[in-house]
């Protein structure tokens, strides 16, 4: 229980749970705006940030395979926006 308790009060973890918190409240404020199928492919826009997440704060290589399967990614958002 100490454990969990000290879990539940590291500044880290708050501050996780919160923005996780706040993605959620997002995420249905734009279904209550948009179209599911529009609101779920620009969400795809993630990987992109996950990715940039993953360089600036955890220091990451990411491999061109990993660089190119995000471009397709974008490029399928794009044109299926477009299209």
Known sequence: ????????????????????????FIWIYCLSQFDL????????????FMILVSIMIFHEQISAMKWAGCVFIMIGVILWLRG
């Not at 590291?10 to 996780?16: A, D, E, N, S, W």
């Not at 199928?37 to 992109?48: C, D, E, K, N, W």
């Open 1 to 24: 229980m100490a454990i969990a308790l000290g879990y539940m009060t590291t500044p880290l973890i708050v501050t996780g749970f919160a923005f996780y918190a706040l993605a959620a």
């Open 37 to 48: 199928s529009y609101v779920t492919f620009v969400s795809s826009i993630q990987y992109i």
